[in-house]
């Protein structure tokens, strides 16, 4: 069973800057995908940001040139930089995993996915 576990998370103004970062095993970063989700109250899990094993990345229109997605495989870590935070940015954040690499906009939905981690919550401040 892999265990992904997220870190991070916290309080900030509109404008402010959080990176969150996602641990896992050895396994879970050998080459394939993972991804940034993100559930605010009373609405669907929604895909942030994805990459691929290539280094293939996507982001969802809303995140797009405020946040970044990327990978260090010597030490198992999957982080989201997330800059210029707006309220609506307002969630708990999900790192996800997948044992295969995922193509088009299905790295970013959410049925791809087979591993999660618990969350960590983000909230953005007016």
């Known amino acids: 069973q892999e265990q992904l576990v997220e870190s991070g998370g916290g309080s900030v103004h509109a404008g402010g800057s959080l990176r969150l970062s996602c641990a896992g095993s050895a396994y879970t970063f050998s080459g394939h995908s993972m991804a940034w989700f993100r559930q605010a109250p009373g609405k669907e899990r929604e895909g942030v940001a994805g990459i691929r094993g290539d280094d293939y990345t996507k982001y969802a229109d809303s995140v797009k040139g405020r946040f970044t997605i990327s990978r260090d495989n010597s030490k198992n870590i999957l982080y989201l930089q997330m800059n210029s935070l707006e309220p609506e940015d307002t969630a708990t954040y999900y790192c996800?995993?997948?044992?295969?690499?995922?193509?088009?906009?299905?790295?970013?939905?959410?049925?791809?996915?087979?591993?999660w981690g618990q969350g960590t919550q983000v909230s953005v401040s007016a």
């Open positions: 996800a995993a997948a044992h295969a690499p995922i193509y088009g906009p299905s790295l970013l939905l959410h049925s791809s996915y087979s591993y």
